[in-house]
């Protein structure tokens, strides 16, 4: 059974950090390219993060440039996503995506908040 659990989700203030961790189970997650995707209600889901199979590439969002950072550890199957000076406007659910051309598998989102 495929699953993504997402968690380090929580409210911070602004400026603050997170670490968002999602672990794979039920597929080889060495073969997957990961991602971060939010979406708040009412707004289309906006890829936030990506990462390669084996870590070697990845890519962000104009808008988290030089303050999220993704990274994965292939022998935990775990993908993160640290986010620091965090803003108000971060506040989103975060879900964790695994895409191959075999698969494509999301988790059930995990809250971030950012308020005063």
């Known amino acids: 059974q495929v699953q993504l659990v997402e968690s380090g989700g929580g409210l911070v203030q602004p400026g603050g950090s997170l670490r968002l961790s999602c672990a794979a189970s039920g597929f080889t997650f060495s073969r997957y390219a990961m991602r971060w995707y939010r979406q708040a209600p009412g707004k289309e889901r906006e890829r936030v993060a990506a990462?390669?199979?084996?870590?070697?590439?990845?890519s962000y969002a104009d808008s988290v440039k030089g303050r999220f950072t993704i990274s994965r550890d292939n022998a935990k199957n775990t993908v993160y996503l640290q986010m620091d000076n965090l803003k108000p406007e971060d506040t989103d659910v975060y879900y964790c995506?695994?895409?191959?051309?075999?698969?494509?598998?999301w988790g059930q989102g995990t809250q971030v908040t950012v308020s005063a």
């Open positions: 990462i390669s199979s084996i870590g070697g590439t990845a």
């Open positions: 995506n695994a895409v191959s051309r075999i698969g494509d598998y």
